[in-house]
């Protein structure tokens, strides 16, 4: 059929299955805009800035695991989209992200909101494309949204400049893509499959190590048949939260820095790792040398530049985690899991030792029990999305995640301002869940503007500001490392958050007291608007345990026991 | 790591020969902090694709590291390190014409090549060869006063 670029890229979008695409328009992308008018294929959610549509786009597909699809105009409007482009590609999100370009008989010219898309993009971007002809722009959108979703999934951007989206073409959407250049391994090499099996029955204290690859592959279910099957406890990286399901008994907890000191001594002790999706962070692995020193590793990736990048792996496995799993399971079923028992109750008797804890207060909010608590009036219930910082980290280590895709965070790139948009993108992604972000009082305002979109759509996020007055987690280095010298991290001046939230049609509640907690919480979801829960908490609490950067994981500041345990 | 030593090592990339493609390389390259020491592409005939010939140098686990890399760029179809290899580079090098002309033809024949151009004002002398003896050749050039030197750079074949 004939059309034009413009109508293309519509009929490109809904021949994917999409629902909601999340943008702002502008010169170079009006025609696509104007297709977007007249079609109702699928919606369009105006934000208020652009990096929000490219976060919102994020939080959508982390929350259904479809591809999502930002929409921007050329120049400012890209740039501005490039915060969101570096956050999903660190996080291995699929999207698609569709820029305006200037004609191409302007590029290079430094025309009105020029700038070079495709080449600011290429570090942060699995792939991108700047298209040059109205013939092959079908074929770039079938494979924009093939790359970001086959393989290791990423963010691709397609640049398309103005011209084109007008000029009309034939229009046949391909059913099948062909890159020869493109062809990633999905099926795990049996025959390291079959050593990796070997060395896991002759491991005394084996460790499943799971990170956010887990989530991607949608292989929970598998990672936890494995797990049960074999009776090897498990660690979660920050990405992989709610792999295991918060009450699974093999679950020891969070990895790294801000892991749990059972989690991270179990790292330090093991002498088999199983790495299934996970990247060996420095958040994770902390002192490299020190990391992990009488363990052999089994490291199962889709993606083999993540193999042996930061560790030396004695069982490298590329493939999808599915697949490796699914043929690991048939081999392990006659396992004997009393081997691993001396190794668990090691494990357990660290928990018991310093287990996760936080000093409670009848004056004053901790931040912890608000989590804590979020995830008593809430649980599995909800789908929980988190700005970067302090109550990013209490965050990931209080609430009781039951499932992936329940945590949506800025993981690799540490993004404020990512929480807001991410959880309107997740509420239009999974519409029959309570949506929570739980934020900061520096990175909300990062992305306050959402309060509009959200007010305008009708996208009841409840957005619950951890207010502690300070960029907690900078202060927080700041005690430890720099002799309390609070160099510009004291956000004593404030907007009224409840009052800002009502300016923009949202719903405010100020929050002092555990009672008003509830309370708020509970009227904000009655309410079914967007909320900003202004929680005053205690100023100078510190995200504990920590492993001092670049420091041996085992070496933790540990928080103070709890009351009950010190009287034993 | 000071332990691991540092060696220099040729590459084969064998790309789709599509817009910016010799950008990706060359930005994967700077992103990540890896050294290019030389550097050709062209297109390989009767085909849709290019051939890229990096000289680099890093330990063993960089050069995996950069191989794995390059292999995650979309447009990247092949990916050779080179163990086994036949080695050339070229150099082209100007010479005033007072120099002598049969002095520099018996140096350019001892090394594999000859004049490529006589002016007015000038000789240019051409020789392809083991990077190793194009800068022998270079030194040895030296004496007559050369005026301009263009190194090519490396083109590698695995034997």
Same mark, same amino acid.
């Not at chain 1, 290079?108 to 070079?116: K, L, R």
């Given at each position: 059929m004939k059309m034009s670029g413009a109508q293309m890229v519509c009929e490109a979008i809904i021949a994917e299955g999409v629902k909601t695409v999340f943008g702002y328009p502008g010169g170079a992308i009006m025609h696509v805009y104007d297709e977007i008018y007249k079609q109702n294929g699928f919606e369009h959610i105006l934000n208020r800035h652009e990096q929000a549509s490219v976060h919102a786009a994020d939080g959508y597909s982390r929350a259904t695991g479809e591809v999502g699809v930002a929409m921007v105009t050329s120049g400012p409007g890209f740039t501005n989209a490039v915060t969101g482009l570096a956050t999903a590609y660190m996080d291995s999100t699929p999207m698609v992200v569709i820029s305006g370009q200037v004609p191409l008989s302007l590029i %290079?010219? !430094? %025309?009105?909101?020029?700038? !070079?898309a495709v080449g600011i993009s290429r570090p942060c971007t699995k792939h991108n494309f700047l298209v040059h002809s109205i013939e092959e722009l079908p074929r770039i959108l079938k494979e924009a949204f093939y790359l970001a979703r086959s393989g290791r999934p990423g963010p691709v951007l397609v640049d398309i400049p103005k011209d084109i989206t007008v000029a009309m073409g034939e229009f046949k959407y391909p059913t099948q893509v062909n890159i020869p250049s493109y062809k990633p391994t999905y099926k795990g090499n049996p025959r390291q499959i079959h050593k990796a099996v070997e060395a896991i029955k002759k491991a005394k204290k084996p460790l499943l190590y799971l990170g956010g690859g887990v989530v991607l592959s949608n292989a929970y279910e598998l990672v936890r048949e494995f797990a049960k099957l074999t009776q090897i406890p498990a660690v979660e990286t920050l990405m992989a939260r709610g792999v295991m399901g918060a009450s699974n008994p093999l679950l020891l907890g969070m990895v790294g820095m801000h892991g749990n000191y059972a989690s991270n001594m179990a790292m330090s002790e093991t002498d088999l790792i199983i790495s299934f999706g996970a990247r060996f962070d420095d958040r994770v692995t902390g002192k490299l040398s020190e990391f992990a020193k009488y363990a052999d590793i089994i490291h199962v990736d889709i993606d083999p530049a993540n193999i042996a990048k930061l560790v030396d792996v004695d069982y490298p496995i590329v493939g999808d985690i599915k697949d490796v799993v699914s043929k690991m399971l048939p081999l392990l079923t006659d396992i004997d899991t009393d081997r691993y028992k001396v190794w668990r109750d090691i494990l357990s008797r660290y928990d018991e030792l310093h287990p996760l804890s936080y000093e409670d207060s009848s004056d004053v909010i901790k931040p912890q029990w608000a989590i804590e608590r979020l995830g008593e009036l809430l649980g599995k219930d909800a789908v929980i999305s988190s700005d970067v910082g302090q109550h990013q980290m209490w965050a990931a280590q209080f609430y009781p995640f039951d499932r992936p895709r329940q945590w949506i965070n800025s993981g690799g790139l540490g993004t404020m301002g990512f929480g807001f948009p991410a959880a309107i993108g997740a509420k239009k992604g999974v519409s029959d869940k309570v949506v929570v972000n739980i934020t900061g009082d520096g990175s909300i305002l990062m992305n306050v503007q959402e309060l509009v979109t959200a007010a305008e759509y009708k996208i009841p996020v409840i957005n619950v500001i951890l207010n502690n007055h300070f960029l907690g987690m900078v202060r927080q280095w700041q005690t430890l490392f720099y002799e309390e010298r609070y160099s510009e991290t004291d956000l004593s001046f404030q907007p009224n958050f409840k009052a800002l939230a009502e300016a923009c049609g949202g719903i405010g509640y100020d929050v002092t007291t555990k009672a008003e907690f509830d309370e708020a919480i509970k009227d904000a979801i009655a309410q079914n608007k967007v909320a900003f829960v202004n929680v005053q908490t205690a100023r100078f609490e510190n995200v504990l345990p920590m492993v001092p950067a670049g420091g041996a994981l085992f070496n933790m500041m540990l928080p103070p026991k709890p009351k009950s345990q010190e009287e034993k | 790591m000071s332990n691991i030593s540092k060696s220099r090592r040729v590459i084969s990339v064998v790309v789709m020969n599509e817009s910016s493609v010799l950008a990706r390389v060359t930005s994967l390259f700077a992103g990540r902090g890896y050294n290019i020491e030389s550097l050709t592409v062209a297109p390989i005939p009767n085909t849709q694709m290019s051939h890229i010939t990096i000289a680099t140098n890093g330990s063993t686990k960089v050069m995996e590291q950069i191989t794995k890399q390059l292999h995650k760029?979309?447009?990247?179809y092949k990916v050779i390190e080179h163990e086994e290899m036949v080695e050339k580079e070229m150099v082209l090098i100007k010479f005033p014409i007072c120099e002598s002309l049969s002095d520099i033809t018996v140096l350019c024949n001892a090394y594999n090549g000859g004049i490529a151009n006589v002016g007015k004002d000038m000789i240019i002398a051409m020789v392809a060869d083991e990077p190793k003896r194009i800068a022998h050749f270079i030194e040895a050039a030296q004496r007559y006063n050369p005026c301009e030197i263009v190194r090519g750079g490396v083109v590698a074949i695995e034997r």
């Open positions: %290079g010219t !430094d %025309g009105f909101q020029e700038v !070079d | 760029l979309i447009p990247v």
